[in-house]
């Protein structure tokens, strides 16, 4: 029986719509309508599985992360990890790095904050997680704006894994590269994948990315999961309306 890392089961979703006078938001004052993003959200990761999230921009993919990460309070239903420190990796490579310290103290942090580990220890696993993912070891002493998108990427992958997350969730991980760039990166995505037996939560508009990284694929339209299965089967053979108009647009109907 498939052990699964993430189970969420039934979750609807929340935000406190901001209240807008004269044009300009209300910072104070009556707090908004609550609006309703996910709805009855249900379904499971199981241990070394890509699982990837499909739909258009606005459609709730970002909010049903942040429910699993804990980020999004207002919501109903059961979100049940079965595995520690679950990490992101982030769609901007250089928006999710702070600017002014450099790679080595940035790869370092997690390690600060939830491993008893001494300096050398910590600097040692900073060397060997920038050569896992495909970096030099002097890069430890650059900072970020030094770096190129892909590098910066690698580099954020990198972060994620430092305390060995049994689940990564992948925010459009390559949309903000050009294409060759992209490939690379999908390329270490699926090595560290298989090396480390990651499950991973992959977002993407993308429907060719998605074929080629993941088992299965959900499907979703406003905030709703509208299909699911293997790639095989959504891709072959699309039952919702939706899923039908997704593929065509790609051109792989």
């Given amino acids: 029986m498939q052990e699964n890392v993430l189970e969420v089961r ?5 935000y406190k719509e901001q209240s807008v006078q004269n044009g ?16 009855d959200i249900s379904f499971f990761i199981g241990k070394g599985e890509v699982v990837g999230l499909v739909g258009e921009s606005g459609c709730g993919k970002t909010t049903l992360s942040k429910a699993i990460l804990g980020f999004l309070k207002d919501r109903e239903g059961e979100i049940c990890h079965q595995t520690k ?19 080595g103290w940035i790869m370092e942090e997690p390690l600060k904050n ?18 896992n993912v495909g970096l ?16 910066r990427q690698r580099v954020n992958i990198g972060t994620a894994l430092m305390l060995e997350p049994g689940l990564l969730i992948a925010d459009e991980p390559v949309s903000a590269l ?14 560290l994948q298989q090396k480390l037996q990651l499950s991973v939560l992959f ?25 699911e299965g293997t790639v095989e089967e959504v891709y072959r053979h699309p039952k919702h ?5 997704l593929l065509a647009s790609a051109g792989i109907s």
């Fill in 24 to 39: 300009i938001r209300r910072l104070f004052g009556r707090e908004g309508q609550r609006v309703q993003v996910l709805h």
């Fill in 203 to 227: 977002i993407s508009h993308d429907l060719r990315v998605v074929y080629q990284m993941c088992d299965r694929v959900l499907i979703m339209k406003e905030g709703r999961i509208v299909e």
């Fill in 85 to 103: 420190h679950p990490q992101m990796v982030f769609q901007d490579p250089y928006s999710a790095l702070n600017p002014v310290k450099k790679i």
């Fill in 241 to 245: 309306e939706y899923t039908k108009l």
């Fill in 178 to 191: 050009d294409v060759t760039i992209q490939a690379q990166i999908m390329e270490l995505f699926q090595e």
């Fill in 10 to 14: 039934h979750v609807n979703g929340f």
């Fill in 136 to 151: 030099e070891a002097d890069m430890a002493d650059r900072y970020p704006r030094q770096l190129s998108g892909g590098q």
């Fill in 114 to 131: 939830y491993t008893k580990l001494d300096r050398q220890a910590r600097r040692e696993k900073v060397l060997e997680m920038l050569q």
